[in-house]
Structures are given as C-alpha cells and as structure tokens.
C-alpha cells in the first residue's frame, strides 16, 4: 500500500524555499501539502499588535507556489496560524493575500476559514469557573489580564481542521493552531493513528529543520503508513538521520519524551527510530495518550507603553572602566530630573561588549576595549519615552568620572538623529490552559468559494 | 573532569515558550553519551550552579536516549519580551556551557 505523502514546503509560510526542492517535494506525488506559520518565538509585539513577523511578500512567494501546486495536483492545502500570531487580523491579512494569488494566478476553489480568537467573556467566565491553569511558571490569571489583551487566541487541535475537510475545503487557512495539527489532521481524517500522524507533524512542522544539514526554508517530505513514517528532505544535498530527526524531538519543548497538545499528550517513552535509507529515518510507536477532559492553550499580550532607544559607542578606557558608577550616576539624575512622573517610566543600559547578552547571568562581565551601549526607555507615553531617553542620553554623553580627559563627549553616535521611535511595547499576558467540553467551541468555521 | 565542548556536537539554549529557557546538549556518540549519564554528570544542580541560579528554577533535568542528549529546562529570568529583555529567542544564552568541566567517572588518570 503506498503511504500516504505529506509535503511540508518551508518551517514558516514565508521563509520561501528552493525551486528545486519545491519540485522534487512535488515528484512523490503528495495527497496534502500543509505549512505552519506560526511562533511565539519573535515575542509578544506579533500577536499584540496584530501584525506579521513575515514580510507581506514572502508570504505572497510562498502561497503562491503553494496554491498553484495544490489546486494543479488537487490536493488540500492547509495553513496553520495564519500570520503569525493566528489571531482576527493576522487570519485577515493572510486571507487578503490568498485571494489575491487566486485572482492573479487564476485559480477557484473552496476555503475553508477557521479564526481561534477567544472572546473575553468567554474567558473570563471560564475563569469564574476555574477552567483556566497557569501553563508553566507563569503568574495566576486576572481579569484585568483579560481586559487589557488587545488579542487572545486559542490553539486549535486537530478537530475543527477535520471539520473542515469533511466539508470538502480544498484550502484551510486557520487562525492559531497547535504547529503539529495541520499535518496531522489530514492523516488522522484518513484513519490513520494519531500518534504517529502528531509525531511526523511535530517533524514537519519546522520542514528542513530536522535534516542535516538543518534549514528553516526548505521542504521536507512525510510518509506515513499505520505502524511507522518516515521523513526525508527534498533538497538532495541534505538527510534525515537518526540523531538529526531525534534532535529536533528535543528543539522547542521541556520534556521531550512527553509532548503535551490539544486533547492529550503525545508520548514517545517508547519510540525507535531508524535509519532506513542515507537520507531516510523511520520512526515508530509513537503513541498519543488522550486526556479526560480537553484542554486549549490561550495565549494573550497586552500594551504597556511606548519604547524609544539610542545606540551609542564607547571608546575611553577610563570611562569604560567607570561604566557601572556612571549609569548608576545617569539613573539618579535623571529619577531627580523627572521625579514627578516617578513609575510612569522605566530606563535600562545594555552594555554590549561586556554583559549585553546575558545580563546577570554573565558569568564573564569584562568589558573590552570598547562596548556599545543600547539606552532604553519604555514609558506610559511615546512623548515621556523621548523624554526621558534624551535626558538620560545627554546625561550620559557628557558625565563627569574620575580622570575623564575626553571632556567634548563620552559616548560615539552612529547616527543622526540619534534616537529612535520603537513604537508600542507588549507583553505576554495570558500563557494558559482551558478545559473545554467541545474541541470545536473556540472555532467556528466559515466557508467562502474564492473565484479568480 | 572533562571539558563539555569536548564531548558534545551540539550545545543550545531556545526558549521553550515564552516562560522557559531550554538547554539541549546533544554528544558526539552514544559510548560518550551513556558515560555523562552513568555518572549523572550533568543534573539540575550543574546546571543551576553553572546559571547561578535556584535549583528550584530548573524546572527539569533530562538525559534523552534517542538523540543521545541531555535537556535541561529552567524558568526565564523574565517572559520574554518583558522590560529587561536581552534575548528574544533565548539563543544566546549557552555561553556557560561552553566553559563548563563535567565529571568523566573515576579513570580520568587512563584517558588519553
């Protein structure tokens, strides 16, 4: 029995591909081609901005190779995480693109469109009813979490991406989805085990990642049957071994044995792999352990204010060495001068040649012959950030210390104007699990005919 | 004692969500791989140590047999993307490791 082919094209829609990969990808004859497009990876900005981390036109690249080729072999094609981050206008903004290729390249065909947005209420009676658990170390849930999200989101499992394919969707492009579930949903709505199905997807997922050696944009292949799969890249110059395929079992997770998702947890307590040809890996008894109750993973971020920094060079050994005292010294001044808008602001030195990187985990914070130094301010308005950054800058610039002969300036600006607008500032403000009694209630589904 | 860089391909910090910071030392062969974890050379307390973090915010300690590795996870020192912020993805936060002597069993005296 031929197994069935599973194309992953690239590790996120829009970080493209070879030509030639793409083309060999296509040779074995796929019965699904899916790509995931999501991380939380790039930080809160994405899903609380409701931006994209990708460049609108790579991700035009990438759909519309993707598209032609499905609609061409009349395979579904299945886009999990729509822009990033999956929620309302990211699914949007990835929607406009698809019909857009469709016009332009003139193709029709049947999109199903699944959003994972969570509304507030909704979660906020779940938390009156203690259906929410904190997901990792993270701080108990507030309603105030909830009110202050500008977007929240809920991983989808593979249920409503089979929803979808029972109501003939030849293109599904859902909102936030657990990376793994748009490879596997396709495999299990065939019958075959989830285990396994998860398994490949969580291999999939990141594409070339796991081949040796490892790309992020480039496409790996899938060949499931009902007591194994096997991977291997498309890209000839690369290979799926054992040890890079079990590797990238480890990548991203806390425990690699058990992988927790929608509905259960997949475990790999008893998993083989094996090298079956230079550039093939078989894995098998991958098992997937359902949970009694199903639970959803919500994620949120919020806005805290506005973010300007300048970037700065230091040359002077003396005021290298005096580094620490002077952006003490900068601190106090500038919490004197602008003593009234005490906690409204918050300043921070990044000392690049010296602890930039890990901060207080340094272990080795010695400064060399010359550091960067990256001010930062993040304050309730974009009109205090600037203040408050400019001050601590020309605070900074002409500082006093001890034995200083270089009295023009401290400090090497690369550029004019020296100060720069960041823009809003987010963070994570939900990172939870949520019991549900339906897997589909977070999900509802539209269906539209897109026409070129 | 032997030098980690010695015995390991492949020495990495991700995040693993935006809470966690995950470290993945996978070793060069299975031979090198079953001494580290037969001497348990490697455990949250190593690693703790090594961070100069709390053993409690070593969330777990992994050896992985398949890949022939060893995980470790710990709690982010703040979400990622949190004020204070200095690596996004938490990529570049193995530099310890790369310095760090790990126990080799009691023939170090035979080893070449």
């Known amino acids: 029995m031929k197994p069935l082919t599973l194309l992953s094209p690239t590790a996120i829609l829009g970080y493209g591909f070879p030509d030639s990969s793409f083309e060999r990808g296509l040779s074995f004859g796929p019965d699904v081609i899916a790509v995931d497009a999501g991380s939380t990876d790039p ?12 460049a609108r036109g790579s991700v035009k690249r990438d759909l519309t190779y993707l598209l032609r080729a499905a609609r061409s072999l009349r395979v579904p094609l299945l886009i999990g995480t729509a822009g990033g981050s999956g929620a309302k206008p990211h699914l949007e903004w990835c929607r406009e693109i698809i019909e857009e290729v469709a016009y332009e390249e003139g193709l029709s065909f049947k999109m199903a469109v699944i959003p994972a947005d969570v509304p507030k209420p909704y979660l906020k009676e779940a938390l009156w009813d203690e259906r929410v658990t904190p997901l990792g170390p993270v701080p ?19 249920e409503p991406l089979i929803n979808a394919l029972d109501n003939g969707a030849d293109v599904i492009l859902a909102g936030r989805s657990y990376d793994p579930a748009v490879f596997a949903a396709y495999a299990v709505w065939k019958g075959y085990p989830t285990g396994l199905a998860l398994h490949l997807g969580k291999i999939l997922e990141c594409a070339a990642i796991a081949a040796l050696p490892g790309s992020g944009s480039d496409c790996m292949v899938g060949f499931l049957e009902h007591d ?43 998993c083989q792999f094996e090298q079956v040809t230079e550039r093939r890996v078989a894995v098998r008894n991958s098992l997937f352990r359902p949970e009694d109750s199903y639970t959803l993973k919500v994620e949120g971020a919020k806005m805290v204010g506005y973010r300007v920094i300048t970037i700065a060079g230091a040359r002077d050994p ?70 408050v950054l400019g001050f601590a800058r020309s605070t900074m610039l002409h500082y006093g210390f001890p034995g200083r002969l270089s009295t023009a300036g401290n400090l090497a600006f690369p550029y004019s104007p020296s100060d720069f ?3 809003e500032v987010y963070v994570y403000s939900v990172h939870h699990l949520i019991t549900v009694k339906d897997p589909n209630e977070l999900f509802p589904i539209t269906f539209e005919e897109v026409r070129s | 004692m032997k030098s980690l860089v010695d015995l390991a391909q492949v020495i990495r910090t991700k995040n693993a969500g935006p809470f966690e910071l995950t470290i993945d030392i996978i070793f060069k062969d299975r031979e090198t791989y079953e001494r580290i974890k037969k001497n348990n050379s490697l455990n949250a307390s190593v690693i703790a140590k090594l961070y100069g973090v709390p053993e409690e915010d070593i969330l777990s300690a992994i050896y992985f047999d398949p890949a022939c590795a060893f995980k470790a996870t710990m709690k982010r020192q703040i979400p990622c993307g949190a004020f204070g912020e200095r690596d996004i993805y938490g990529a570049q936060q193995h530099a310890p490791l790369l310095g760090l002597l790990v126990e080799w069993g009691d023939c170090d005296a035979a080893d070449p």
């Not at chain 1, 930080?43 to 990708?54: A, D, R, T």
């Not at chain 1, 690369?238 to 947890?265: F, I």
């Not at chain 1, 005490?342 to 000392?351: A, D, E, R």
């Open chain 1, 421 to 423: 607008k960041v823009g």
């Open chain 1, 228 to 270: 194994q799969f096997m991977v291997e890249p498309a890209n000839a110059s690369r290979r799926a071994t054992v040890a890079s395929v079990a590797a990238h079992t480890l990548y991203e997770k806390s425990n690699p044995y058990l992988l927790p998702g929608p509905g259960g947890s997949l475990d790999l307590y008893q």
């Open chain 1, 140 to 158: 108990a849930l507030t309603e105030a979490d909830i009110s202050d999200s500008t977007y929240l989101v809920a991983q989808m499992g593979l």
């Open chain 1, 318 to 387: 003396r005021f290298i060495e005096h580094l620490d005292e002077i952006i003490e010294g900068v601190k106090e001044r500038t919490r004197e001068n602008f003593n009234w808008e005490s906690g409204k602001y918050k300043l921070m030195f990044h000392v690049y040649g010296k602890n930039g990187v890990m901060g207080d985990l340094e272990p080795d914070p010695r400064a060399g012959h010359e550091v960067g130094i990256v001010i930062e301010a993040v304050a309730e308005t974009q009109e205090l950030a600037e203040v």
């Open chain 1, 43 to 54: 930080g809160p900005y994405y899903l609380g901005s409701g931006k994209s981390f990708v």
